[in-house]
Each structure stands twice: as structure tokens, then as C-alpha cells.
């Protein structure tokens, strides 16, 4: 069966299993790589709990270039999925070659910031010389050598949008595998490779990302064959670049919020540096529980967007309910898991001065999780139906209107003596659940003006 067909006739409970599966895998896969290398930084010899507070410090950068990534990559996925569901393989072409183009731009962002604004970044979160010092050549390797997740991320959506999901997980299993391997070479120093430290850790992670997109470069010139691949079709079209990030600027809004409330987060903490590096580890395990709903959202999106490119009310219907359905359950794995085991993840960080605060805020914050990831799927629905503004709106909320001057104004109670520490976490249950209630009305919204509204093609 050819892969425009199944996007045509499977069912859509099976289409979403057998595309978000592998999709799920890779965005968890993904979420390792932070993980991983705090683990290993944690476990140092030397100067371990500067190295986990400045890991905490750049995540947010980190974050911002993954956001504009993967940002571009949903609207190039979206738009492709629909230009093929209404069969013109032409104006595809000029999507993916387009999304590359943008890539390039993206990268060389990247490297201007990674040369000259590291530092000055790092040192408007501390004072701590030994932190600023790991910070800034941490995060100078990851943004010069940004190339790879950058395209990683731009092939990993053209192979999703053409229903060949699978093969962009086989590049993140390979991007992982290869960091994992070279993360306690590279940072502890093992045969003939010298003892690096902190810049190993990064060392070994832009290396797996490159590893990454080098491999879905080929899958895609080779196996995407739905449409043309040539340099002509990089030629930059304003239209189609509008339409792309019609669709794909909501997505990086959203991605860049949650850098950015990262960053505010980590200036609220400032004045508790242990509090700041528990917050920084669990956001990287919530990121990991998180990244299960981004995943299915990235089946929910192609699959809701090349039904209604269709105009078929049933699969759209279908795409939304068990989008729902499915992330609901992931995310109570999610909460399962976090609420059970927070004292096996705080050994494998050795959160140290850190562990109290950490387990606080697991037992609390992954409370909301049932919320974020119902959030998560609604803007994936959002998206794939021209319902950008209801995306961002919903993106707004969680990660700057609600979130960041609550956890403010409960900061102030903790500083003044009034409250412990974890009363900062249960900012984030509340955001998450207000958001939610906003989502289902957004969604109903949609649901009128959109889909029902659709003439269906005889």
C-alpha cells in the first residue's frame, strides 16, 4: 500500500498507533539527550553541582533552537500533508525545498548567538564564575554546531508528513545511541580521548544530532518520492513561506514560550541557586513525559490535516478523538511513573543539596500533566485545522499570562517567610488546568466554524 493511500483509507485509530508510535519514540528519544547528559555531568568527580546549575542555564537556548526547528519542521509537515491530500506534488516539492532554505537562515542565527551572546546570556542568571564559565563553552558548542538538530528536525517532519514515521525514529534511536556512547567518553575521559568535562557532554550531543540528520537526509531523498528533489525548488517563495509559517509560527511560539518561561523561572529561583537546579533537572524529566504528547501530536497534526486537504468530516471527527483519547492515557502513564519513582531520578541526576526541592516539585507538578498534555493535542488539532490564533492563545497562557505571574507572586510569599519552596510548584497544576478548560472551548469553536462547515468532495 502505498503511503498516500494510508493516510487515505486506514483507519484512523490505526493509522494514528502504527504513525505516533514511532513518533512518540522519537520525540522521548529526544527528551534523552538532556537527560542523559545531566546524569553524567551529575556523576563528575569535580564540580558536579556547578555543572547541573549551568546545564540548567543554557536549556532554555537550547530549547529556543529546537522551538524554531521543529517549529518550521510542523508547518512544512502540516502544509505538505494537505498539498498532498489534494494531490499537487509541485507545489510539495517547493514546500520541502522551501523548509530547507529556512533551515539555513536558522542555523546561521544560531552561530552569530553562539558566538557572540553566550556569555553575556549565562551571566544574567548567575554570578557564580565556575557556572558562568561551564555555561558559556557548554552552550557555545551546542549553538555553533546547531546544524544538526536544526535539520534533524526539518527531515524528521518531511519523512512524518508523508506517513513514513518510522524512519525518523531510526535517526533518533542512532542520534541517541551515539551520545550515549560518547557522553562518559568524552566528559570522564576514557582510552584516548582527554577528560572534558562539561564541553564533552556537549561534545557528544551536537555529534548525535548530526549523526541524526545526516541519516534523514538520506531516508528522505530516498524514500520520499511523492515529490521532486532539487536546488531549484529552494528557491525562496514568499507564499509558500508565508503559508508554512501560518501554520508553523504558533508551533515555535509555543516551543519559544516555554524557553522563555524556563529563563523567567530561573530568575524567580535565583535567589535559591539549589531550588533553580531542581527545577532545571525536573523540567528536563517533565520534558520527557511532555514530549510523549508532542509525538502523537505530531501523528494527530498530518493525520486531521490530510483529511481535511480530503475534506472528510469522519476522519477529521476520528483524528480528534482519538488524539484525545490517546494522549489522555500517555499522560496518566506520565503521572504514574513520576509520582512512583521520584527518589530513583533523583539519584540518577545525584541531585545532591538539590534532591529535597527536586522531589517536591515531581510529587506537585506532575499533577498537571493530565492537563499539559490535553493542551498539548488541542493545538495539534488547532494547527492542522487553520486554527492558529486558538494555538497561540492556548500557548500564551500556559507559558507566560498564568504561569510566570503566579509563580511570581508565590515566590514573594516564600521569600517573605510565608510559604516553603513548593508552593512555586503548584503554579503550574492551576496554569495547566485553566488552560485546559480554554482548549475545550476553543475546540468546540473550531469544531462549528471548521468542520462542520466542510463540503465534503463526492
Not at 553562539?114 to 542568571?125: A, D, E, L, M, P
Request: hydrophobic residues 50%; aromatic residues 10%.
Amino acid at each position: 500500500m502505498k503511503e498516500s493511500n494510508k493516510m487515505k483509507e486506514m483507519p484512523v485509530n490505526k493509522l494514528m498507533v502504527q504513525m505516533g508510535i514511532p513518533m512518540i519514540l522519537s520525540m522521548a528519544l529526544q527528551a534523552v539527550y538532556n537527560i542523559v547528559d545531566s546524569a553524567f555531568v551529575g556523576n563528575m568527580k569535580v564540580g558536579s553541582e556547578a555543572a547541573l546549575n549551568a546545564l540548567t542555564l543554557v536549556f532554555p537556548v537550547q530549547m529556543l533552537m529546537v522551538a524554531v526547528g521543529i517549529g518550521t519542521g510542523v508547518g512544512t509537515n502540516a502544509l505538505l500533508a494537505r498539498t498532498l491530500g489534494q494531490g499537487d506534488s509541485k507545489k510539495a516539492a517547493k514546500v520541502a525545498g522551501n523548509s530547507l532554505s529556512l533551515g539555513v537562515i536558522i542555523y546561521a542565527v544560531c552561530l552569530l548567538f553562539g558566538t557572540f551572546g553566550v556569555k553575556t546570556y549565562i551571566s544574567s542568571q548567575t554570578v557564580d564564575p565556575e557556572v558562568i564559565s561551564m555555561g558559556t563553552s557548554y552552550l557555545r558548542i551546542c549553538c555553533v554546531i546547531s546544524f544538526g538538530i536544526i535539520f534533524f528536525s526539518l527531515f524528521e517532519k518531511l519523512l512524518q508528513a508523508t506517513g513514513r514515521s518510522l524512519y525518523s525514529t531510526i535517526g533518533q534511536v542512532v542520534g541517541a545511541v551515539v551520545n550515549i556512547i560518547l557522553d562518559p567518553i568524552m566528559i570522564y575521559g576514557i582510552g584516548p580521548v582527554p577528560e572534558m568535562g562539561v564541553n564533552g557532554a556537549a561534545y557528544a550531543t551536537v555529534i548525535g544530532q548530526v549523526a541524526s540528520a545526516v541519516l534523514l537526509f538520506i531516508f528522505h531523498m530516498k524514500l520520499n518520492k511523492e515529490f521532486e528533489h532539487d536546488l531549484k525548488y529552494m528557491k525562496p517563495n514568499v507564499g509558500i513561506i508565508k503559508q508554512i509559517y501560518a501554520i508553523g509560527l504558533p508551533a515555535i511560539i509555543a516551543q519559544a514560550l516555554m524557553s522563555i518561561m524556563v529563563y523567567v523561572m530561573n530568575l524567580i529561583l535565583k535567589f535559591n541557586p539549589s531550588a533553580q537546579t531542581a527545577y532545571g533537572l525536573f523540567y528536563k524529566v517533565q520534558q520527557f513525559v511532555l514530549f510523549l504528547a508532542f509525538g502523537l501530536r505530531d501523528a494527530i497534526t498530518p493525520i486531521i490535516a490530510f483529511a481535511y486537504g480530503m475534506r472528510n468530516k469522519k476522519r477529521i471527527k476520528a483524528g480528534i478523538r482519538y488524539g484525545l483519547i490517546y494522549t489522555i492515557a500517555l499522560m496518566l502513564f506520565g503521572i504514574l511513573v513520576t509520582e512512583i519513582f521520584p527518589d530513583a531520578f533523583a539519584a540518577l541526576f545525584n541531585a545532591g543539596q538539590s534532591r529535597e526541592h527536586f522531589i517536591s516539585a515531581m510529587r506537585i507538578i506532575s499533577i498537571s500533566f493530565i492537563f499539559a498534555g490535553i493542551n498539548v493535542a488541542y493545538q495539534g488539532i488547532y494547527q492542522a485545522l487553520d486554527g492558529g490564533i486558538e494555538s497561540l492563545v492556548i500557548s500564551l497562557l500556559r507559558q507566560l499570562v498564568i504561569i510566570l505571574p503566579l509563580a511570581g507572586i508565590f515566590s514573594i510569599c516564600v521569600r517573605n517567610g510565608q510559604a516553603g519552596i513548593s508552593l512555586i510548584w503548584w503554579a503550574f497544576p492551576i496554569t495547566e488546568f485553566a488552560a485546559c478548560l480554554v482548549g475545550y472551548v476553543f475546540l468546540k469553536r473550531i469544531q462549528k466554524n471548521t468542520v462542520e462547515c466542510l463540503k465534503e468532495k463526492n
